[in-house]
């Protein structure tokens, strides 16, 4: 969701610092800031909570000094509030002449801050980010090389991040690293720049570089280098923007929808952030207000719409598995219509991305009608529905502007994730150890989802090669049946082609009379290693469509190997805990969905006859 910038050359660095993280508004944030070296030598820091128009404010109000390098940044709270001292860039060191912006998770950021303190440095902040800006200063101090300090620091840390370092003492030059998360170089006539996309620096030049997965640039107004974590030099290739900076807001991606399943890892990781400490346990301090129905609830409803509903499906089987519950989906235009049985002791989770959906909004009123307490899980800070319920876990998977959910979806699965676990310690349904060891394979997903994008071209081919299908069946079991339903709504949506997700138990109860000779039929295969796997039943239902000239894609876990003797077409998905694998396996099903729609020359981001927030019943 943060938006960065960098820039080094003969402009005004702070006039293409401001440009620029006014084009990056779009990814959303709630404040801004701004380091540059003056040309008399001297760092300089603005920043704000807020709109980018406060730090424009505080900038006008204490004017900085002519400069011509700087670094800029947009923040999303994740870790520490939106507060002026949390807002980036941060400085690092005693003297304060490092200054670093980072986008991303730092996800082993306490022991390296314990490793500070007992050092005696001092935080001026809650954020991980700032702990990176010390070690940076610690190690220049001890070597005098700020890129091998650099490079140092960068192969300590772990997680997701983009980190970019300007210091007092090296005035021509911006370090920059990336590690699942988005980094972007742009080639100038004497000057550079660096952005989270282009759109950064569109305005300026369309000449650019992508930078890889971990990779270090150092940027100079003459030139790029780039070179792997270990020093080597990066081979790159160069490309040329082909849109202008009015088609910024897309970040330079064909379409909003390609771009929100791209920005998948961070939004995942910052639904995660601050959550989960390092040993895997959950903080959800946003439950303080509920936190005698979530230890006394005797039963969950969640009510949702849609996408979201689906969601609340994959939660669904986590909160009895793990918390030990009793949980039922409802659609909220169908709930408060049939007279449900609610009790005090009733704990109501309403699920929406917009947090504006009518329908919902009115079931959660229905429901503190009558007496229960109501949990919002809502992308939108500020949302009526978050306003009207008793306690709010906020996902922060950014803006979503395509109507097709795609990363709000596996952001509202991740938070309902953690408060399974959460309700499964308060209830004592899970031992602590367990718990824990799954907090931990929650922390490694966003990486394992940027594993999932990085093949995701074969899936994106085969879309494509059944643009001309008319029908398309998806079968699952267990979570992976909610996961159907929601591939299957996906191709609704945004390719107007029957599709139908199907129980995968359900088979031969009915829907096998669909399966014609070259019907596809899409089959999320369960881990061969659950101890309570359904796959060798999921394997003889694909054995069953086969015999009946079914052409079968399916989605299973990396080490399968009895999958790919049925199926036409195996993708697989990292090994993660049976429970966790939703996430990983709907991606491809929306980059299926997305390169079918595009094959039939339709508008991904914009449906017939949908909107992204229904505000009427």
Not at 115 to 132: I, M, W
Not at 591 to 597: D, E, S, V
Request: charged residues 20%; aromatic residues 6%; contains cysteine.
């Amino acid at each position: 969701m943060c938006g960065i910038v960098g820039y080094v050359g003969p402009r005004s660095s702070v006039e293409v610092l401001l440009g620029g993280l006014r084009r990056l508004e779009y990814r959303g944030y709630d404040s801004a800031g701004v380091s540059l070296i003056s040309n008399d030598g001297r760092l300089e820091t603005r920043k704000r909570a807020g709109k980018l128009d406060r730090l424009v404010e505080a900038i006008a109000e204490h004017p900085l000094d002519v400069a011509h390098i700087g670094i800029g940044h947009t923040r999303w709270a994740t870790h520490g509030a939106p507060t002026d001292g949390n807002a980036h860039p941060h400085l690092g060191g005693a003297e304060q002449k490092l200054s670093l912006i980072h986008n991303g998770i730092i996800e082993n950021f306490s022991e390296l801050k314990a490793e500070l303190l007992a050092a005696g440095t001092r935080f001026a902040s809650e954020t991980d980010s700032e702990v990176a800006a010390h070690l940076v200063a610690a190690e220049y101090q001890k070597s005098g090389d700020l890129i091998a300090a650099f490079r140092s620091v960068v192969n300590r840390l772990h997680g997701a991040f983009t980190i970019l370092v300007i210091h007092q003492d090296q005035p021509d030059l911006v370090l920059a690293a990336r590690r699942n998360a988005p980094l972007v170089v742009g080639l100038g006539d004497g000057e550079n720049f660096l952005g989270s996309d282009v759109a950064a620096f569109v305005e300026h030049t369309k000449r650019a570089i992508s930078v890889g997965q971990d990779e270090i640039v150092i940027l100079r107004a003459d030139g790029v280098t780039i070179e792997d974590f270990a020093g080597n030099p990066s081979p790159h290739e160069e490309f040329t923007v082909d849109w202008d900076a009015s088609a910024a807001s897309k970040g330079g991606w064909p379409s909003f929808m390609a771009k929100e399943i791209a920005d998948q890892p961070q939004s995942v990781g910052d639904t995660l952030m601050g959550r989960l400490d390092s040993t895997g346990a959950v903080v959800l301090d946003e439950l303080a207000p509920i936190s005698d129905v979530v230890a006394n609830a005797d039963r969950i409803i969640f009510v949702a719409c849609g996408t979201a509903a689906y969601a609340a499906e994959v939660g669904k089987y986590a909160f009895e598995k793990w918390a030990r519950i009793v949980v039922s989906v409802e659609l909220s235009h169908e709930f408060r219509y049939r007279d449900p049985i609610l009790t005090p002791n009733t704990l109501v989770v309403a699920v929406s991305q917009s947090g504006e959906t009518m329908d919902t909004l009115m079931a959660t009123r229905y429901a503190k009608e009558a007496g229960c307490q109501v949990l919002a899980i809502c992308n939108t800070q500020g949302a009526t529905l978050a306003r009207e319920s008793d306690a709010v876990l906020y996902t922060h998977a950014g803006p979503e502007v395509a109507v097709a959910s795609t990363k709000a979806f596996t952001a509202q699965i991740a938070a309902m994730h953690l408060l399974a676990l959460h309700m499964a310690g308060i209830r004592k349904a899970l031992p602590e150890a367990a718990a824990n060891q799954i907090g931990r394979e929650l922390l490694k997903l966003p990486a394992k989802v940027t594993e999932v994008l990085a093949s995701a071209g074969s899936m994106a081919e085969l879309g494509k090669s059944f643009g001309d299908a008319k029908s398309v069946l998806f079968l699952g079991r267990n979570v992976g049946y909610p996961i159907a339903l929601e591939g299957a709504l996906k191709l609704k949506e945004i390719a107007y082609i029957h599709a139908e997700g199907f129980a995968a138990g359900e088979l031969k109860h009915g829907p096998i009379a669909l399966v014609e000779q070259g019907q596809p039929v899409i089959v999320i295969v369960p881990s061969p290693a659950d101890s309570d796997s359904l796959h060798p039943k999921v394997i003889s239902n694909i054995q069953e469509i086969r015999a009946r000239g079914a052409k079968v894609i399916a989605i299973a876990e990396v080490g399968d190997g009895l999958v790919s003797q049925f199926a036409e077409h195996v993708f697989y998905v990292p090994q993660i805990q049976p429970m966790l694998a939703s996430i990983l396996n709907v991606i491809p099903l929306q980059i299926f969905a997305m390169a079918l729609a595009n094959a039939k020359g339709l508008d991904v981001d914009q449906p017939r006859n949908l909107a992204k927030s229904v505000t009427v019943e």
